[in-house]
């Protein structure tokens, strides 16, 4: 049986990609996890923000399927956090 990404994970691969999408210089631990995706320091668009998603599957081994995005806002940092842990929750269970 195998396992699939803990939340601290999760939580460090999403901070990688935002920093890599923000093309800052920035360790995954100096980005809070309440900070906006697209603010001051975070400056995600849409087209990052898919980009970003095919590259967390493929980093994660997970599959994010469309319909876990219906009727969700996305914020912070947190927010995308919590969808991805989710996602990678369901695939689990299907293996």
């Known amino acids: 049986m195998t396992t699939g990404p803990d939340h601290t994970t999760v939580s460090d691969s999403v901070k990688r990609v935002v920093i890599a999408e923000s093309r800052l210089s920035l360790a995954p631990e100096e980005i809070p996890d309440n900070e906006p995706l697209s603010g001051d320091l975070l400056r995600l668009n849409s087209l990052g923000f898919v980009g970003m998603l095919v590259h967390l599957e493929d980093a994660l081994e997970v599959e994010l399927p469309d319909d876990l995005f219906v009727g969700r806002t ?18 689990e269970e299907l293996r």
């Open 74 to 91: 996305f914020k912070t940092v947190n927010d995308l956090v919590e969808v991805v842990a989710e996602g990678a929750r369901e695939t």
